[in-house]
């Protein structure tokens, strides 16, 4: 070994090896830290690194896109299909469910710590609820197009008594007023004609009888109609009532009388119209234009096709129990 150490050749090899060593060390030194020049490695990595980055930037902007246009077409579902047929609407919270980023995209973090990955990921499965979800209230507006010929004669759109300008007047519209028997300023939500007892009350859409109630106060005797695509009806302080929960009726039908019953001071009808749950002013759906004719042509037909021809007894018995039990 001591040989090897003297031999003059062996110390120059060591000592251009030490000189290579160091002189590489000070190159690496002067490149990277010096004159901040990149390794071929690290340049290598930097272009894949900028290259992911421009796909990304460009993933963003086509999201961006998909996501503005996902947006229009939410803004006139509601604004006007979902609003036509009388369909409820969709919150938001249900349209922009949030995701869990921590939980189910923390795993992207590993191979991106910028959370760039983890950020497109999270739109792209956002984007992919939302259309979703845009595609089943589509899918409803389609059923209710299928029976869309069905819609003119559901919506409530003649007056709920013949049109005879001799025998009735409008003795409370719509509206804020002085109540007449509690003395007190309150809402009316629906519009009163005031006309004889016994005078009938007909069915201004199509629709099924949703309620029959009879009550000491308030409406009294009274009749809600469902007429589909988010419109009810209510027609109260009725004397006679002709119908049953769960009938089917046809606009134009004879469904009660006019009565006294409830908290009234005179004979009248009440008569409402609710849209999505809310009462909206009767008035703005009559057709003013309907003559007494048209309108008796309108009961005419539908009585030819007998209608009620069976209920008023079967209800005349269900009334009788109501009046046993209280």
């Known amino acids: 070994m001591s040989f090897i150490w ?6 120059r090899s060591l000592a251009l090896f030490v000189g290579s060593v160091a002189l590489f060390a000070l190159y690496l030194h002067l490149y990277v830290y010096v004159f901040k020049l990149d390794l071929p490695r690290t340049l290598t990595l930097r272009r894949e690194n900028a290259a992911l980055k421009t796909r990304s930037s460009l993933l963003n902007r086509e999201l961006d896109i998909y996501e503005a246009d996902l947006a229009a077409m939410s803004l006139r579902d509601e604004d006007i299909y979902r609003s036509i047929f009388g369909l409820s609407s969709i919150p938001e919270a ?56 069905n819609m003119s004669s559901c919506i409530p759109a003649i007056y709920p008594i013949l049109p005879d300008r001799s025998v009735f007047r409008i ?32 069915a201004t859409g199509d629709g099924v009888v949703e309620e029959v109630k009879v009550e000491v106060r308030g409406y009294g005797r009274q009749v809600v109609i469902n007429h589909g695509f988010g419109y ?25 009388s006019v009565g006294n ?62 009046r046993k039990r209280r």
């Open 6 to 11: 003297r031999s003059a050749k062996f110390r």
């Open 261 to 322: 019953t409830g908290l009234s001071s005179g004979s009248h009808l009440h008569y409402e119209v609710i849209y999505k749950g809310k009462n909206v002013n009767p008035y703005n759906y009559f057709d003013r234009d309907i003559s007494l004719e048209q309108y008796k042509d309108i009961v005419g037909k539908v009585s030819a096709e007998g209608a009620n021809d069976y209920v008023l007894p079967i209800h005349r018995k269900a009334l009788k129990s109501k």
């Open 232 to 256: 009810k009806t209510r027609y109260a302080h009725l004397n006679k009532i002709y119908v049953a929960p769960g009938m089917q009726v046809k606009r134009g039908e004879l469904i009660a």
């Open 171 to 202: 003795s409370s519209p719509y509206g804020y007023r002085y109540h007449p028997l509690l003395k007190r300023r309150r809402m009316h939500t629906g519009i009163d004609f005031a006309l004889p007892k016994g005078n009938g009350v007909y």
């Open 94 to 149: 249900k349209r922009n469910a949030a995701f869990s980023v921590k939980e189910d995209y923390e795993y992207l973090d590993e191979a991106d710590r910028s959370g760039g990955a983890r950020d497109l990921f999270a739109r792209a499965d956002g984007l992919i609820y939302k259309a979703y979800v845009q595609s089943r209230s589509y899918d409803e507006i389609e059923l209710m197009l299928s029976h869309a010929d």
